[in-house]
């Protein structure tokens, strides 16, 4: 988590289009894993059936990386994390949907605490407020990142975390690799600090063993041990880019956390006793 959560004060810190950071970002990624995977002779084989869902969470991932990071160019690391972090929630209503199970009233609570988080974030619905913008965009980041850790999860039991990276990233490398086109090298050999943090430590490490987790954890567990992403990823702004969120940012910030723990705990509680 601490690994995940340099992504916002990284994000920030880039001074690239979106589109180019996360191609680079992917693509160095991709190769890091890839001699990894080649060094410690991890299968990079993917069943037959299985290839159009880790395609499609390859997608899920890339859309979910460059929302959110647009969502930190817009706002600040505080907004950026904190609107990303409505995803449990989401993940709680998409559940009933993709797998059938019964739609549970705490759940509509719930829903209702994160809206009234997402309100103190930006008390002004309007479009024309970066803020605002960021909050849209952050909120649609997180529904990609539900439905590719909903689609992943099954799969990160038969599969190695990191040969299942080599993929995502390799994926989103061939989608961006367009954006490389339309910047100078020189403006990207520029911010080289920047973008080798982010391929390595939140990608190739903080990812691949954020995958790595749901052999271990239920989506239950994983939730509430990602909860502190925020928290982790407010201070590292506020250290070393000197971003002190304002008070109705910690509120709504605490609200929407407060539901996500209070999900995972009830749901932790549920499978125990069953």
Not at 152 to 168: D, F, I, N, P, T
Request: charged share 10%.
């Amino acid at each position: 988590m601490i690994f995940i959560s340099t992504s916002g004060a990284l994000g920030r810190y880039v001074d690239l289009p979106v589109p180019v950071t996360i191609g680079a970002r992917a693509f160095i990624a991709f190769l890091i894993l890839f001699l990894y995977c080649k060094w410690k002779g991890i299968s990079l084989n993917v069943a037959r059936n299985d290839a159009p869902m880790v395609i499609l969470s390859g997608f899920l991932m890339g859309l979910h990386w460059v929302t959110y990071f647009y969502a930190l160019k817009w706002s600040n690391v505080a907004i950026g994390m904190l609107s990303l972090f409505t995803y449990p929630v989401l993940t709680a209503f998409l559940e009933p949907l993709l797998l059938k199970t019964k739609l549970q009233k705490i759940h509509l609570l719930l829903g209702g605490l994160v809206l009234a988080g997402i309100y103190l974030l930006s008390p002004e619905l309007d479009f024309s407020n970066s803020y605002t913008l960021a909050i849209a965009i952050g909120i649609f980041s997180a529904l990609c990142y539900a439905l590719r850790n909903l689609i992943l999860k099954v799969r990160a039991v038969y599969y190695h975390g990191s040969m299942l990276m080599v993929y995502q990233t390799g994926i989103i490398t061939l989608i961006l690799l367009p954006s490389f086109f339309t910047i100078e090298i020189d403006l990207v050999l520029h911010q080289w600090k920047g973008i080798l943090a982010l391929a390595i430590l939140t990608t190739a490490i903080g990812h691949t063993l954020f995958l790595m987790t749901f052999k271990h954890f239920s989506i239950t567990t994983v939730s509430i041990l990602s909860s502190v992403q925020p928290v982790y990823g407010i201070v590292i702004g506020a250290l070393f880019l000197s971003e002190i969120p304002e008070l109705t940012t910690i509120l709504g910030g605490t609200l929407i956390l407060a539901s996500v723990v209070i999900e995972s705990i009830r749901s932790k509680k549920k499978s125990g006793k069953a």
